[in-house]
């Protein structure tokens, strides 16, 4: 056969008898009826069996006298992980008669049970193993899952009502025995099943209104909350509107005293107007007799501009017919340009023939020497020859004395001309000038 482990045989006595103290006390305090006292056996049998749960595997400490052997360090540590747990622990500390850290770890467990908060104490503590193991060996009850049962297991015990006088009870020379005798079954509990189901229906009802007391209570506690900012609010008003209320005063005294000097100031305003009124009506005769002078000026200064408008208009268009004459004028003068240089060409062409005929003349001279008779027989022809000469000689010189009289004529009558015109020109647009300022 395979050897146990007396460690995990240990856990699980240790969890069977919190079962059956739990149990029990349960069904003894729903069956007794009333709030439960110091005295009563089930809840000493029940203290008794947690503490024996608390001191498994808890590790030895050695002090300066002995060695020491109590669980009041671990429960200790609780207030640390739960900050509600501060005013128990304050209060064992407090206690006058107790003396010894397991006569606190007592009283502790009490006050834990009378605030119905033993289990949530319990369960902060279990799940910080890395804590827990300064305090406990690893095979401890409280490091195993049997510490987690067994805090499941006091979630029950919020349905029992404890009023427990921890002041003045001696808690340090108590002996933890737990006694048997209470957890064997007789004929009377084998015959109690229905008395048991009663029982259960109870303690679900009983959970069902703490339950809806917790939830009232914190409703409660939240309305309160609402209730003091409400009321620090309405503080907050109140002495806004009495601030508020000065300010009124205040604006009203403000008020009446810009009315009257508004009252003040209408009065001098209306006697101002008054004034103005009589100096602006004269300044408007004043103005209507300067209208009237300025009307006569104005009708004058549009009839001037319609005589300036229209000599304005006449010299223009005489401008206009002066321009068109000088275009003809230029236009006559290249025409007179272009005959000159046909002359000019033809002279030219005279004195191309006047050459040949000196050559031939020439030729001719020659000719009459070479031949005396042909000379005699043509003494007639080349006579009429220099005398036909001569009259060309004559008609040319005449020819260029008059294209040159004729061309000098004509420069000075055009130069005469264009220096009129451009007077004329100058003459006018001074006019213009002179009309138009």
């Known amino acids: 056969m395979a050897v146990k482990d007396p460690t995990a045989v240990e856990r699980a ?23 439960l006292d110091s005295d ?23 002090s300066f006298l002995s060695y020491n052997k109590t669980i009041w360090g671990p429960l200790e540590l609780v207030e640390k992980l739960y900050p509600e747990a501060e005013e128990i622990a304050a209060s064992v500390r407090d206690l006058p008669g107790l003396k010894t850290p397991l006569g606190r770890a007592r009283a502790w467990l009490r006050l834990a049970l009378m605030q119905k908060k033993m289990a949530d104490y319990l369960r902060c503590l279990i799940i910080q193993r890395d804590l827990l193991s300064e305090f406990y060996e690893y095979h401890a009850l409280m490091m195993e899952e049997e510490g987690a049962v067994i805090v499941g297991l006091l979630v029950g015990l919020n349905v029992i009502d404890a009023n427990l006088c ?36 109870i303690l679900d009802q009983k959970n069902y209104v703490e339950e809806l007391n917790r939830q009232l209570n914190s409703t409660v506690s939240s309305l309160h909350a609402r209730v003091d900012s409400l009321e620090k609010s309405n503080t907050k008003l109140i002495e806004e509107l009495a601030i508020a209320k000065n300010n009124i005063i205040k604006l009203q005294e403000e008020n009446h005293q810009l009315r009257s000097e508004n009252t003040l100031i209408l ?4 006697h101002h107007l008054e004034a103005t009124k009589v100096d602006v009506e004269a300044e408007l005769q004043t103005y209507k007799h300067s209208r009237q002078g300025l009307d006569e000026m104005y009708n004058e200064a549009r009839r001037q501009l319609r005589e300036e408008s229209q000599l304005r208009q006449d010299m223009e268009n005489e401008l206009v017919v002066q321009v068109s004459m000088k275009h003809e004028i230029e236009l006559a003068m290249k025409l007179l340009e272009k005959d000159i240089h046909e002359k000019q060409d033809t002279l030219i062409g005279l004195r191309q023939q006047l050459d040949e005929v000196k050559a031939i003349n020439m030729e001719m001279y020659q000719k009459l020497q070479v031949s005396e008779d042909a000379m005699k027989e043509k003494n007639e022809i080349i006579g009429r020859l220099e005398d036909k000469t001569n009259q060309i000689n004559a008609t040319m010189k005449q020819l260029e004395q008059s294209d040159k009289d004729l061309l000098t004529q004509t420069r000075t009558i055009a130069m005469s001309f264009i220096k009129c015109a451009s007077n004329e020109a100058q003459h006018q647009y001074k006019l213009v000038k002179d009309i138009s300022f």
Not at 13 to 35: Q, V
Not at 53 to 61: A, I, S, Y
Not at 267 to 270: D, F, G, L, R, Y
Request: aromatic share 6%; proline share 2%.
């Open 13 to 35: 006595n240790l969890l069977n008898m919190a079962k059956l103290s739990i149990k029990g006390l349960i069904e003894s305090a729903l069956s007794f009826g009333r709030t």
């Open 267 to 270: 009065m001098k305003t209306q």
């Open 40 to 62: 009563y056996p089930p809840l000493q049998q029940f203290f008794v069996v947690m503490e024996h749960c608390l001191k498994h595997g808890l590790k030895v400490r050695k």
């Open 166 to 201: 921890v002041k003045g009870e001696d808690l340090d020379s108590q002996v933890g025995v737990i006694d048997f005798s209470m957890y064997l079954k007789s004929d009377d509990d084998l015959g109690g099943k229905e008395r048991n189901v009663q029982i259960a229906a």
